[in-house]
């Protein structure tokens, strides 16, 4: 049974409420960090414990906190990121929804290393009711001291604020959010400055997501060095996974990152294994914007090593033969999905989604979506293939934020792991209209790598 940093009191009635969440260890953190350990000890644990971004860049947290410049007079922010609009992922509702004052404590702890006195929970329109439990638990928070004025007799003030979002896609990227929080469009901003210089209404800011944030608590209680022990090298403590498709056991699983992606999604303690009984077609690894892996790809590396549901592990062999854990919105596909409509679905979105800012991803995403339509709808060439791939090459890299990449990389991946069911759609337009491709050879076994030169 794997072991649990964030979910392990999600059982206990009422740990919604500040006294059941107090009354099972919560706070102990905040105040450990606020009474014993002072600022640059709470950076430097985080630090230590390797702990990396949860919202799909992966990038170190410590690290990030690090960068936030500090002139004399200048406020500084911490915000939230609770704009999940990553299809496929929904653990960070899960956290707010049920367990809303680990994410406060978090807020807490992680604003006081940073010398914020104001945070910000920036989170998406579609989560109407999540708000008022948000509220609920900020103001049971502030009523029992841990928010306010002279937090703990330590005089340090923070005040935490819930600003909900207008339910755009382009505001979980965080200089959109920024600016979206300020009150304007969400457009993203042009980098340099990054947000650690000049962020919210032009102050030094630091922007995590929830998990993130969620978890310096438990890094606090333990420390960095046992920390680490949970997972496998960079890939440190335990990630939430958001499970979904043709799964016997969809929802939201806390796995600590040394286990394979066979496991996950065959055990009863995970996923359960394929609905129906049927074959492993397809799946994607961490949420709709990453590549697509055929079957063979996924549970095994090119090099015939077992995938594991690490960072490092998921993205062995880059675009060509691997993907990415990005949010962990785990999108499993059985013999009978349709990569064509599957991507077709995921085009339509980015090119409704796309700010407009830029012409690769405003032009390019409207034009992807129209091939795809009728390559799916039976009017495609063959011509239409090459032709998607050069629309999706230019988009890549050519863009202010990284929509236009989230855009372009399932076409490619698609492509270049399920070209022959593109092709089939075109062959047979009238057939493909009424089944599908089909599980084929995806999971056929890997050819045996050669062995290297002597």
Avoid at 290 to 306: H, R
Avoid at 415 to 426: L, S, T
Wanted: glycine share 12%; net charge neutral.
């Amino acid at each position: 049974m794997g072991r649990k940093l964030l979910l392990d009191k999600a059982h206990i009635e009422g740990i919604r409420y500040y006294d059941t969440y107090r009354a099972n260890g919560g706070y102990a953190a905040a105040e450990k960090a606020l009474k014993s350990m002072g600022a640059e000890a709470v950076v430097e644990e985080v630090k230590k414990s390797g702990l990396r971004g949860r919202g799909g860049a992966g990038f170190p947290t410590g690290l990030k906190w690090s960068f936030i410049a500090k002139p004399e007079g200048v406020p500084r922010y911490l915000v939230c990121n609770a704009d999940e609009s990553e299809p496929g992922t929904f653990k960070d509702r899960y956290l707010m929804e049920f367990i809303p004052h680990l994410l406060v404590e978090g807020l807490l702890i992680s604003s006081f290393a940073l010398g914020a006195n104001r945070a910000y929970i920036y989170i998406r329109g579609e989560y109407a009711w999540i708000p008022d439990i948000l509220e609920q638990a900020i103001a049971e928070a502030k009523n029992k001291g841990w928010l306010g004025k002279n937090i703990l007799g330590t005089g340090y003030d923070l005040e935490i604020f819930v600003q909900r979002g207008a339910g755009a896609y382009i505001c979980g990227e965080e200089t959109a959010l920024l600016e979206s929080l300020e009150g304007k469009r969400g457009n993203p901003r042009i980098k340099p400055p990054f947000p650690a210089v000049k962020g919210l209404w032009g102050c030094p800011t630091v922007v995590n997501n929830v998990e993130t944030i969620a978890a310096v608590v438990p890094i606090i209680n333990i420390g960095g060095d046992e920390y680490i022990k949970f997972g496998i090298g960079k890939s440190t403590g335990t990630k939430l996974i958001s499970a979904c498709g043709n799964i016997n056991k969809p929802g939201v699983y806390e796995i600590e990152m040394n286990i394979s992606v066979e496991e996950f999604i065959y055990s009863d303690e995970y996923c359960g294994g394929i609905k129906g009984g049927k074959r492993l077609k397809a799946c994607i690894p961490g949420g709709s914007s990453v590549p697509v892996l055929p079957a063979n790809l996924l549970l095994k590396t090119a090099k015939g090593e077992t995938r594991m549901m690490t960072y490092e592990s998921l993205n062995d062999g880059g675009f060509a033969t691997g993907s990415m854990l990005g949010s962990g919105g785990f999108i499993v596909m059985d013999e009978d999905q349709c990569i064509v409509r599957n991507t077709l679905t995921f085009a339509r979105f980015y090119h409704h989604e796309s700010c407009g800012q830029c012409s690769p991803c405003r032009e390019g995403t409207g034009w992807m979506k129209k091939v795809l339509h009728n390559i799916e709808y039976g009017k495609g060439k063959m011509s239409d293939i090459d032709l998607l791939w050069d629309i999706q090459r230019k988009i890549e890299g050519n863009t202010i934020c990284p929509l236009g990449d989230a855009a372009a990389w399932p076409v490619a991946a698609a492509i270049r792991h399920f070209r022959d069911e593109f092709e089939w759609h075109v062959k047979h337009p009238d057939e493909a209209l009424t089944r599908n491709f089909g599980l084929a050879h995806y999971a056929d076994p890997l050819p045996a790598p050669a062995p290297a030169a002597v």
